[in-house]
C-alpha cells in the first residue's frame, strides 16, 4: 500500500506551530494550552500509525450471461493487519451496474478479520469484459495517514446478446447427410411419407401399409423421405462501422448473427462463422451448444 498524509496531519500541525509560534511572540503561556491539544493528536497518531495488510480475492456466479441477467460478483477481504475506516471500491465497466449493494463500501477491519461483500449487477449490454480490479483505500483511527492500493484480481465474463424474433429462415437448396429438419428429395429413413411400393425382401415389417395391402391383395410398405440438415455459414463484416452514441451498425450485424446462429442450430443445421476485420477469421461448421459458444465468443472478441 501507498502511504500519504491526510490535511489533517498538515492542519494539526499547523496549528500547534501557530498556537506556540504566537506564545512566544505574546508572551502568553495560555496559548500553548491551546495548542498542545493539536501538536498531542499529531505526535499520537505518527506514533501509532501502521501500514494496513488487506488482501482481496474475487470470485464470479458464472462467467457467461445473457443481456437482462443479474450476475453476482464475491469479493474477500483478508485483513493480516486491519485499519479503522477501508474503503472498498470494486471498479465495473458502465455495462455492469450495481443492483444491490453500495459501491464503494465503507468498512472496519480488524485484525486477522475475512469479510466477505457481494456486489450483485446487472448486465445492460453484451460484450467480452474483464471485472475484477478492487481498489482499497485505508486510514488510521486518528485519520492522519491514508494507505491505497489498486489489487488486480480481474476475471473473464462474458455478456451474450439477447437473440432477437425471427419470423422465418431461409430453406437450404442442398441438404448433408446428416440428420435434420429439413425434408429431403431423396428417399430414405424418415417420417415425412414419399409413396407407396410393392414389398421387396430385406423390407422392415414396421414399413408395412397393412390397409393398402389389404385392399390390393399384396403386402405394400411406405417410403419416407429423409430428414436432413444443411450447412449455414453466417459472413460477419466488422471491417467498418457507422456510431450514433452508444449504437452502430456493429451491434445489430452482431445481433443478427447471433440470433440466426442460435436458431439455425436449433435446426440441427451445421453452422460456420467467418468474421473480417482486417484480418480473416472462421470456424469450421459445427453443430451443438458448444458451436454456439464457440461462434459468440468469436463475435464478442471482433
Not at 116 to 123: D, H, N, Q, S
Not at 128 to 154: K, P, S
Not at 214 to 230: I, K, P
Request: hydrophobic content about 45%.
Amino acid at each position: 500500500m501507498t502511504r500519504s498524509a491526510t490535511p489533517k496531519l498538515g492542519a494539526y500541525s499547523g496549528l500547534a506551530a501557530l498556537g506556540l509560534l504566537a506564545a512566544l511572540a505574546t508572551r502568553r503561556p495560555e496559548l500553548v494550552a491551546l495548542a498542545a491539544p493539536f501538536a498531542l493528536a499529531a505526535a499520537t497518531g505518527l506514533m501509532l500509525a501502521r501500514r494496513p495488510d488487506i488482501d482481496a480475492r474475487v470470485e464470479l456466479e458464472r462467467e457467461r450471461a445473457l443481456e437482462g441477467d443479474e450476475v453476482e460478483i464475491r469479493v474477500t477481504l483478508s485483513a493480516q493487519a486491519g485499519a479503522e475506516r477501508v474503503e472498498v471500491l470494486l471498479e465495473l465497466p458502465r455495462e455492469l451496474r450495481v443492483v444491490d449493494g453500495a459501491n464503494p463500501l465503507l468498512l472496519r477491519l480488524r485484525d486477522g478479520e475475512r469479510r466477505e461483500l457481494a456486489f450483485r449487477v446487472r448486465c445492460t449490454r453484451w460484450g467480452a469484459f474483464r471485472v475484477g480490479r478492487v481498489y482499497l483505500r485505508a486510514q488510521d483511527g486518528f485519520g492522519l495517514f491514508r494507505h491505497e492500493v489498486a489489487l488486480d484480481r480481474r476475471l473473464p465474463l462474458r455478456i451474450y446478446p439477447t437473440e432477437e424474433l425471427v419470423r422465418s429462415l431461409l430453406r437450404p437448396l442442398d441438404t448433408q447427410v446428416f440428420a435434420g429438419n429439413y425434408v429431403a428429395r431423396q428417399k430414405s429413413e424418415g417420417i415425412e411419407f414419399a409413396d407407396l411400393r410393392p414389398f421387396t425382401a430385406g423390407d422392415r415389417v414396421r414399413h408395412v401399409n397393412w390397409r393398402a395391402s389389404a385392399r390390393r391383395g399384396e403386402l405394400w410398405v411406405n417410403e419416407h423421405h429423409a430428414e436432413r440438415n444443411a450447412d449455414v455459414v453466417i459472413l460477419l463484416d466488422s471491417f467498418a462501422e457507422a456510431r450514433s452514441g452508444d449504437r452502430s451498425t456493429l451491434d445489430f450485424a452482431l445481433r443478427a448473427a447471433a440470433t440466426l446462429s442460435a436458431r439455425y442450430l436449433r435446426e440441427k443445421d451445421r453452422v460456420g462463422f467467418v468474421t473480417f476485420g482486417g484480418i480473416l477469421n472462421w470456424l469450421l461448421p459445427s453443430t451443438g451448444v458448444v458451436q454456439l459458444y464457440r461462434i459468440v465468443d468469436a463475435m464478442l472478441d471482433t
